[in-house]
């Protein structure tokens, strides 16, 4: 079974790169650039959902699990309306939306417009912090932090516009609707300790004990397995 890795918000796929060693040969792992990161040419300025779609079309194919992390997870879902559904989504570290103001643990919408107000003063600044903060879940995070430097070095894998569209997307979309009705099975994973996720996603989810935001940096082999686990339960 193949399976599409997408990343999220500031991260490019080698985020990935931690679960090369662990991946069982039932599955067939692929890492998928959003516009604008690595290689991949950004999209125009306050693009749409359908450009996206309409770049995205031939590497998020149809006869294939897509598993999408976090801002990764809230587009994949997004573009159910625009392209052919998969045989399965896995959300990894992502729910309907991505804040939640039920007064539930996670990210609030004012906490999201306050990252947003920082990113427009000192771009670098804020990029380097959500790196930091998305790794407080983890066992380590001290560890979890040098990693993904590590991997991503010190500078944004993207331009400063398609991080402020990215945070733009992180700040509107809502996949409620696909939840209720969805064209595919959508399947929830999560690190126990995520702290960016409401604590009613995590009880939905499927659970990564002691792992927070990033298991592809706690938890790699656990991981691997668990995404390959529900790939190969996935319909045909």
Same mark, same amino acid.
């Given at each position: 079974?193949?399976?599409?890795?997408?990343? +999220?918000?500031?991260?490019?796929?080698?985020?990935?790169?931690?679960?090369?060693?662990?991946?069982?040969?039932?599955?067939?792992?692929?890492?998928?650039?959003?516009? =604008?990161?690595?290689?991949?040419?950004?999209?125009?300025?306050?693009?749409?959902?359908?450009?996206?779609? @309409?770049?995205?079309? /031939?590497?998020?194919?149809?006869?294939?699990?897509?598993? +999408?992390?976090?801002?990764?997870?809230?587009?994949?879902?997004?573009?159910?309306?625009? $392209?052919?559904?998969?045989? *399965?989504?896995?959300?990894?570290?992502?729910?309907?939306?991505?804040?939640?103001?039920?007064?539930?643990?996670?990210?609030?919408?004012?906490?999201?417009? /306050?990252?947003?107000?920082?990113?427009?003063?000192?771009?670098? *600044?804020?990029?380097?912090?959500?790196?930091?903060?998305?790794?407080?879940?983890?066992?380590?995070?001290?560890?979890?932090?040098?990693? $993904?430097?590590?991997?991503? =070095?010190?500078?944004?894998? %993207?331009? /400063?516009?398609?991080? *402020?569209?990215?945070?733009?997307?992180?700040?509107?979309?809502?996949?409620?609707?696909?939840?209720?009705?969805?064209?595919?099975?959508?399947?929830?994973?999560?690190?126990?300790?995520?702290?960016?996720?409401?604590?009613?996603?995590?009880?939905?989810?499927?659970?990564?004990?002691?792992? +927070?935001?990033?298991?592809?940096?706690?938890?790699?082999?656990?991981?691997?397995?668990?995404?390959? @686990?529900? %790939?190969?339960?996935?319909?045909?």
């Amino acid at each position: 079974m193949k399976l599409i890795l997408l990343s +999220g918000w500031g991260i490019d796929s080698r985020i990935w790169q931690p679960l090369k060693a662990h991946w069982p040969n039932t599955v067939e792992p692929i890492t998928v650039e959003w516009p =604008g990161y690595g290689v991949s040419p950004a999209l125009p300025a306050s693009a749409r959902l359908a450009a996206l779609a @309409e770049r995205m079309a /031939s590497q998020l194919p149809s006869d294939a699990v897509w598993v +999408g992390w976090s801002l990764g997870g809230l587009l994949a879902t997004a573009l159910l309306d625009h $392209l052919p559904p998969p045989h *399965a989504l896995i959300l990894l570290g992502i729910g309907q939306r991505f804040y939640d103001d039920a007064e539930d643990g996670g990210v609030t919408s004012g906490e999201l417009a /306050s990252f947003q107000r920082a990113f427009r003063r000192d771009a670098m *600044a804020t990029w380097r912090h959500f790196l930091r903060w998305q790794c407080q879940g983890e066992p380590n995070a001290r560890e979890a932090h040098r990693q $993904l430097s590590g991997l991503l =070095g010190d500078a944004p894998c %993207a331009d /400063s516009a398609t991080l *402020a569209q990215g945070l733009t997307w992180l700040a509107t979309l809502d996949n409620r609707a696909h939840f209720a009705a969805p064209p595919c099975p959508i399947h929830l994973l999560a690190g126990a300790q995520d702290p960016l996720l409401p604590n009613r996603t995590r009880q939905q989810a499927s659970r990564l004990e002691d792992a +927070g935001h990033c298991p592809m940096l706690s938890r790699p082999a656990q991981l691997a397995a668990r995404l390959a @686990e529900q %790939a190969t339960q996935a319909p045909r």
